[in-house]
């Protein structure tokens, strides 16, 4: 299997668009992150309730402890402010407990979105074409390894454009003619991606 071409200027444009998918979803798991932590901040909103709920059943529990000595009144007095300390300030404890979570959860999630849907969105616009490129390179390695030297020469005269046989030979036609292969040979291999060898 063949991952990238070997010809320079295919193996440079491969290697970039590479490379840029590889720093988007960089940039997207850095993005999710910061979702993630401003979305969480909000659970200052129901720490706060718990923290206060727990702040006036403490008072409530302290003002029992200073009526408690009272006489005839201050036990009952006393029980009274406990037993609201304790009831009213248990459903906001836990108001705050059950906000925090969900606060929580909330920034997972968003998290997660912000990262997945742009990274398969992108992803599977890339992959399948890069897939085909692979299978491409690998077929192309695979067949034109072992073709002759002709018949590569003949493919890059009559089916490449002139702007891409000119850089490799002033003459293709007069090359192929005259059996000199190896500038048709480079620019055939260069087409599928392939470097031509070194020549002897």
Same mark, same amino acid.
């Given at each position: ?19 840029? $998918?590889?720093? %988007?979803? =960089?940039?997207?798991?850095? &993005? ?5 932590? +401003?979305? /969480?901040?909000?659970? #200052? ?21 200073? $009526?408690?000595? %009272?006489? =005839?009144?201050?036990?009952? &007095? ?5 037993? +609201?300390? /304790?009831?009213?300030? #248990? ?31 992108? &992803? ?77």
């Amino acid at each position: 299997m063949r991952l990238y071409p070997s010809a320079p200027a295919q193996l440079r444009a491969t290697l970039a668009r590479d490379v840029l $998918v590889l720093v %988007l979803l =960089v940039l997207f798991a850095v &993005l999710a992150f910061d979702v993630h932590d +401003a979305v /969480d901040e909000l659970a #200052e909103i129901p720490r706060g309730v718990e923290t206060t709920g727990g702040s006036v059943r403490d008072a409530l529990h302290s003002a029992a402890d200073g $009526v408690g000595s %009272l006489p =005839v009144v201050g036990g009952q &007095l006393g029980d009274a402010l406990r037993e +609201a300390g /304790d009831g009213a300030t #248990e459903q906001a404890v836990a108001a705050g407990q059950e906000g925090q979570e969900r606060v929580h959860e909330l920034a997972r999630t968003l998290g997660w979105l912000t990262f997945v849907i742009p990274a398969i969105l992108l &992803l599977a616009g890339y992959l399948p074409a890069r897939i085909a490129h692979i299978r491409g390179l690998t077929a192309a390695a695979r067949s034109l390894d072992t073709a002759h030297p002709r018949l590569l020469a003949m493919r890059a005269a009559f089916s490449l454009p002139y702007a891409d046989l000119l850089r490799h030979t002033a003459d293709p036609f007069g090359d192929l003619e005259a059996e000199r292969y190896d500038a048709l040979v480079a620019a055939a291999l260069e087409e599928a991606g392939l470097r031509a060898p070194a020549r002897r």
